[in-house]
């Protein structure tokens, strides 16, 4: 196995993860950034009221993606195995 060939797996991994994990973080971030507006404009201080809308939103969001996500990861283990192969 060539460094050349180990960049590609390397590059292909991080772009499956980063496919992976975009949807998941971008609901986060924009329930997040929501309630700390909430919080901000009625001066409501509490650490429950940030946390727990994010994790149902978050939860919510990894059963909806969940096939999109495999799909991702199916398709990358299949290159992974195709790679072995032809070695």
Known sequence: M???EVVEIGNDA???????MTPVM????I???SVSLVQALTQMQEVTLAFVPKIIAVFLTLALALPFM???LLDFAHRQFDRMIGL
């Open 26 to 29: 971008l609901v986060a971030l």
């Open 31 to 33: 329930v997040g950034l």
């Open 70 to 72: 495999l799909e991702v």
């Open 2 to 4: 060539t460094p050349v």
């Open 14 to 20: 991080i772009f499956t993860m980063l496919k992976v």
